[in-house]
């Protein structure tokens, strides 16, 4: 595979693009127009109308999108994509009836993915992502969040972070990397959930956000891992440091997790099937992003949606995200996503793109960069060979031609573009 940076350079001008609606922030009312993107040194430099194009980039060398359908880059907001091993098994056990706790309980779980992350040093685990994220990427993703979290111990939690950075700088992606330590108790810390927190806080976040490898920290808050106040502590220490905070919340039962959450000014609360009403409330309150997951939905065959009306009508931005991980999603694409959103969760297509777009962006803290369209932002777009927008939503696991532009770089070409030197 090349190098990301020996990839072709997308600077020039990019024409007959169709601008997919709600892909632009700054462009009023150019939807379904023939629309021109310029791009200048990896960065969007214009995007409009073609017949407002400003004369000084006419002559640039050109792109020809022959009339695909542009979006933002998508953004996949909430993933744990680094982890030894999988769990093919409890997806048995659970098919014979098994529940996810029941499953946790009987020593699966979380914690089997903790002994082989534990047993894999850096660079095994590098080799077991890197073909992951490359999947992941070729549905159009530009930017990604990482957690750590299979490793709850400063060693391994580091080795984690440190691959998740390593990802993101050879394969030319955004990455934001989430300490989430406080994942499940490790079986050393049976019984002293206390302790654990406490080497939690005091210990692993500091030095490892002092090493630079967290931009955000998450904690599970949920009966078969952390309580309200353990979280909270969390929280405070992530506080203490700068840090935004976002919660894996109210997944399996109602805890208050969200509305804790919300108080600390939490970026995202994700999963959500148990959310109430006061939930709903702080979130809106604190413009806080509700993530839905819904290949963990799916995969846990569960039956209490998230209270997707009650966000909508509160106004709570919603976003879409695969939650990949080896337990409970272990799905390789954001389109299929955005097909279950809609089908499962019943969001319309123009809320499930705007959930791996600009919602999405802004569950990781980039929504000034990433999620739309506009001058000034680095050069993350796709252009699809399809109809209509609906599509992306509406094929079920099916690739659909698309040229990747990734950080001002044409990292895939689906069909030949032609390109001419004006
Ligand atoms: O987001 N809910 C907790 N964490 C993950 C599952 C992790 C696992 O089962 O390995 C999730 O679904
Ligand atoms: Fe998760």
């Known amino acids: 595979m090349k190098c990301f940076h020996e990839l072709p350079s997308a600077d020039g001008l990019w024409t007959g693009l169709r601008l997919a609606p709600d892909a632009a922030s700054d462009v009023p009312a150019a939807d379904g127009e023939d629309a ?4 200048d040194q990896g960065a969007i430099a214009w995007i409009g109308a073609r017949a407002a194009l400003p004369p000084a980039f006419a002559a640039l060398p050109s792109h020809d999108g022959r009339g695909a359908l542009v979006t933002a880059g998508l953004v996949d907001c909430h993933t744990h994509l680094v982890y030894g091993g999988q769990r093919a098994n409890e ?26 992350t534990r047993a894999a040093d850096e660079d095994t685990l590098y080799a077991q992502a890197a073909p992951r994220l490359v999947q992941l990427l070729a549905d159009g993703v530009c930017a990604i969040e990482i957690k750590s979290g299979y490793g709850l111990a ?22 934001r990397t989430t300490f989430l330590g406080a994942h499940a108790l490790p079986p050393e810390y049976a019984g002293r959930s206390g302790d654990y927190i406490a080497e939690v806080c005091d210990r692993m976040l500091p030095a490892l956000a002092d090493e630079g490898l967290v931009d955000a920290v998450d904690a599970f808050c949920e009966r078969i891992a952390f309580s309200l106040a353990e979280t909270e502590r969390v929280f405070q220490a992530a506080t203490r440091l700068g840090l ?36 709903i409330a702080a979130m809106h309150e604190a413009g806080t992003v509700a993530v839905l ?23 709570v931005p919603m976003a879409v995200s ?6 409970t999603s272990p799905t ?33 803290g980039l929504a000034d960069t990433h999620g739309t369209l506009a001058a000034g932002r680095p050069a993350n777009f796709v ?19 698309r040229t990747i532009v990734r950080q001002g770089r044409i990292a895939s070409m689906a069909h030949a573009l032609e390109k001419s030197v004006g």
Not at 154 to 175: P, S, W
Not at 251 to 262: C, K, R, T
């Open 91 to 116: 997806f048995a056990m659970r098919l014979a009836g098994a529940s996810y706790e029941e499953v946790a309980a009987a020593g699966g779980g979380i914690v089997s993915s903790v002994n082989a």
């Open 322 to 327: 695969t939650d990949h991980n080896p337990g």
């Open 383 to 401: 252009l699809w060979q399809l109809a209509d927008s609906a599509e992306l939503a509406y094929w079920l696991g099916q690739q659909a031609p």
């Open 293 to 315: 997951l819904p290949g963990a939905y799916y995969t846990l065959r569960d039956t209490q949606l998230p209270p997707i009306e009650a966000l909508r009508t509160a106004g």
């Open 36 to 39: 021109a993107i310029v791009v």
């Open 154 to 175: 400063f060693e391994h939690e580091r080795k984690q972070l440190r691959v998740a950075r390593r990802l993101g700088e050879d394969h030319g992606v955004t990455v």
């Open 332 to 364: 390789l694409s954001l389109l299929l996503m955005v097909n279950m959103a809609c089908t499962l969760f019943r969001l319309t297509v123009p809320e499930a793109l705007a959930g791996v777009t600009r919602h999405a962006a802004r569950a990781l």
């Open 244 to 279: 935004p905070v976002k919660l894996h919340a109210e997944q399996l039962s109602d805890m208050g997790g969200a509305a804790l959450a919300a108080r600390y000014g939490a970026l995202s609360c994700d999963h959500l099937e148990h959310l109430s009403a006061e939930g």
